[in-house]
């Protein structure tokens, strides 16, 4: 028989609600206030929401050991499968010193370091946001920005900060997909309304990101090159979505910032050169690479873009899981979790089916290009399997990190602790298009996704909405647009980070010097629907 979750055990939502918050405050606190490693404090939340959600929510014991494993394994497989292979690649590019070469063909574009963090971690990781998703933008230009010679704490906590504006339509639009299969609403009008909300974000992100690396007169200083780079995302992200759809929102919209950016840098220079401390004493321009070493250097940067961005095609995809996929039902757990009013109209189970899609996973995308790439470059079967075991070395403890946040993420969701803490903000009254906004951050946070955020949370903000007289339209695409700013802290991409840039075991660090922007952008997300939600014009933006 299902277990039906029980959202106030205690019948005081107050003190349901603190209980159920325990995890995530274990999880952080061990993390950025006491300073363990992060797959201490990951084992020690994993161990406080299992004992939440069996003693305090009665989840049944079998049940909560399948979850946490359910969720073990998914932190392997997709997401440690991306990390591995991206680290992997790096490798590979590095010991044969062509990331040398690439880090001066970018300084012969821009010599600025302030410069090369747009191009690099907001216009170039928003392409891989919007193919792959899933930390891959994370890793990819956090390694990037090591190679530069950003230190691993501004090479991490940028990548990051960077990474926010394109995660709701990331992967060819998951998360929009995913918000719409839980809530029945129109998929066009959940793209349009959340591309009303976040291309103003896709302007003020780029001045963001600079002003936390150079300060706010180190951001003046480029302004009209910020301001290229984030027009020339947000225009094609406002008219991609609202009058095609969600799957190629990211794609299009990072392709013309990059453009756009590199060819404004053409006609345009900043008064100052920015430089970094590692810089002092060397204001010389490194020899400008052959065209043909360049070509070298980035070829399997392009060969990564291309296969990552042919492998989530829907129908690429859709043909791999027709040849490989298994999906298979996890014991004690698949469709025996009953979520029940008001968390969802009716009660339903909750499925549990771990896809072994080795074929059509982005991380095998990236494990072929980095083949492909290491073959071109004269590596040999020996050398990559030589590199591709010192790269498991390298990520080992990222791997149980990575394993054990997820495993947090599925017990919280599958033992109903979210929808406790979903309950607690559906209180708000008339804040409520603010507090429903800042519950989409909170589901990332404690996800790692926005799509598992929408899939958590997108029904409850539909009901929400419709006893508040609220769009139910505009408060859906607010869980996503919330949500984004919330992946700056989830743990899953904080690990991602700090894999990338060869600095585990400072993750709190890392965590430390994200939060407040995490907080600030996910409260003015808040502002900005509010002002939808109840004043004119921003009325007239939402999507009837």
Not at 304 to 324: C, E, I, N, R, Y
Not at 478 to 484: F, P, R
């Amino acid at each position: 028989m299902p277990w039906s979750q029980i959202y106030d055990p205690f019948g005081a939502l107050g003190v349901s609600t603190l209980i159920a918050a325990i995890p995530v405050v274990v999880l952080l606190g061990t993390l950025a206030l006491l300073k363990w490693h992060a797959h201490n404090a990951a084992l020690a939340g994993l161990a406080a929401a299992l004992v939440v959600a069996i003693g305090a929510f009665h989840m049944p014991v079998p049940m909560a050991l399948a979850t946490a494993g359910y969720g073990a394994a998914y932190g392997l497989f997709p997401i440690g499968w991306i990390v591995i292979n991206v680290i992997f690649l790096y490798q590979l590019t590095n010991d044969r010193g062509l990331f040398t070469v690439l880090r001066e063909s970018i300084t012969h574009v821009t010599d600025d370091r302030r410069l090369q963090l747009l191009l690099v971690a907001f216009s170039f990781g928003a392409f891989f946001e919007g193919a792959a998703g899933f930390g891959t933008p994370v890793a990819v230009t956090g390694a990037i920005l090591m190679g530069l010679g950003f230190s691993p704490l501004a090479a991490s906590g940028l990548s990051l900060i960077a990474n926010t504006a394109p995660v709701a339509f990331g992967a060819l639009g998951t998360p929009i997909i995913a918000l719409q299969s839980v809530t029945d609403l129109d998929l066009l009008k959940l793209s349009a309304m959340v591309g009303r909300q976040l291309p103003l974000f896709s302007v003020i992100v780029p001045f963001w990101l600079v002003w936390a690396f150079a300060g706010f007169r180190g951001m003046l200083a480029v302004w009209p090159a910020i301001l290229v780079a984030g027009l020339a995302f947000a225009v094609p992200q406002f008219l991609v979505s609202n009058f095609h759809g969600p799957w190629l929102v990211d794609v299009v919209a990072a392709v013309a910032s990059m453009a756009a950016l590199a060819a404004f840098l053409k006609v345009w220079k900043p008064v100052s050169v920015w430089r970094l401390d590692s810089d002092a004493g060397d204001t010389s321009a490194p020899a400008k690479p052959a065209p043909g070493l360049v070509l070298r250097a980035w070829l399997p940067w392009i060969i990564l873009s291309v296969l990552v961005f042919a492998w989530g095609l829907p129908q690429t995809k859709a043909w791999f899981d027709g040849l490989t996929t298994v999906r298979v039902p996890v014991p004690y757990l698949h469709n025996l979790v009953e979520r029940v009013p008001p968390v969802v109209a009716t009660a339903r189970t909750e499925p549990a089916l771990f896809a072994l899609n080795w074929l059509s996973a982005t991380g095998t995308g990236i494990f072929v290009a980095a083949i492909f790439a290491g073959l071109i470059m004269g590596c040999s079967i020996g050398d990559m399997a030589r590199t591709y075991l010192r790269t498991l070395r390298l990520v080992k403890f990222s791997l149980v990190t990575i394993a054990a946040m997820m495993a947090v993420g599925f017990t919280t969701r599958y033992s109903g602790l979210d929808a406790t803490l979903g309950l607690a903000f559906a209180q708000t009254g008339v804040l409520y298009p603010f507090f429903g906004t800042m519950l989409g951050w909170l589901g990332v946070a404690l996800t790692g996704s926005d799509t598992s955020s929408n899939v958590l949370f997108g029904s409850l903000q539909k009901i929400t909405a419709e006893q508040l007289d609220l769009s139910p339209t505009l408060m859906a695409a607010a869980n996503s647009s919330g949500g984004v700013m919330g992946k700056m802290i989830d743990a899953q991409s904080i690990v991602v980070a700090s894999t990338a840039t060869r600095w585990y075991g400072h993750e709190g660090d890392i965590l430390r010097y994200v939060f407040f922007h995490s907080v600030a952008l996910a409260a003015l997300v808040g502002a900005l629907v509010m002002l939808q939600a109840y004043v004119a014009p921003f009325t007239d933006l939402v999507v009837k």
